[in-house]
């Protein structure tokens, strides 16, 4: 199974809304990152976390990370239409020298 | 523009053949990583060059091959092509060796589709 997982696999709200995911992960890790892939497109880098950071900010993002529960959420306030693409988050395991990418949340911001 | 650059965008080809995919890191970045993306197992990470060696390296099968040249630039070779080699295959490229210390640049990818 994968070592991140995204919960939920999709997500639909009205714009204005806020848009929470969630991700899971296995094994111990360096840090957690976040990355948006618009339709077809390349991944862009939202934010990143690291172990020792329990809660980041970046415009409207808030990226949390509990890493007793192994978990990490994804807060996007004031969604706009804009913000409709899939959403990764991507894990820098300790001791391996590469980054593991979840199955993503499909996020969909209705006019 | 995340500076890295993948070519071809789209490529058609027919099962047993084999093809290459080329990709330009960001200007100064020494590490080149690729990744698989397909519908059923999601963005798999299949190597790693760093400064023209290898790095890491992930679920790469065997009929694949990759390799960084001096100029930092970085191909991709799919050979014995099948149709479950279609998929986005994504280059993307870091300052440092370590992606685990810092964000990483995607190209916008190339579509392989296996006939």
């Known amino acids: 199974s994968q070592q991140g997982e995204e919960d939920p696999q999709a997500l639909s709200i009205q714009e204005g809304e806020n848009a929470t995911m969630n991700c899971s992960y296995k094994t111990s890790i360096n840090n957690l990152q976040w990355y948006r892939q618009n339709s077809g497109r390349g991944l862009v880098h939202l934010i990143l976390?690291?172990?020792?950071?329990r809660e980041k900010h970046s415009g409207r993002l808030r990226v949390t990370l509990d890493t007793s529960k192994k978990s990490s959420s994804l807060l996007i306030t004031a969604s706009r239409a804009a913000d409709t693409a899939s959403y990764f988050c991507?894990?820098?395991?300790?001791?391996?020298?590469?980054?593991?990418f979840g199955q993503g949340t499909r996020l969909t911001i209705n006019p | 523009d995340s500076g890295v650059t993948q070519t071809p965008k789209h490529l058609i080809t027919a099962t047993g053949q084999r093809v290459t995919l080329r990709c330009s890191p960001r200007?100064?970045?020494?590490?080149v990583y690729w990744y698989q993306q397909s519908l059923d197992q999601g963005l798999q990470f299949l190597i790693q060059y760093y400064n023209g060696e290898e790095r890491a390296k992930g679920n790469i099968l065997e009929r694949f091959s990759a390799q960084q040249f001096p100029d930092l630039h970085s191909e991709l070779n799919l050979s014995s092509l099948e149709l479950g080699d279609s998929a986005l295959y994504f280059c993307?490229?870091?300052?440092?060796?370590?992606?685990?210390?810092?964000?990483?640049?995607f190209g916008e990818g190339s579509r392989l589709t296996v006939l």
């Open positions: 991507a894990t820098a395991i300790q001791g391996a020298q590469k980054l593991v």
């Open positions: 976390i690291r172990s020792n950071e």
């Open positions: 200007s100064g970045d020494l590490s």
């Open positions: 993307a490229s870091s300052v440092d060796g370590r992606a685990y210390t810092g964000e990483l640049f």
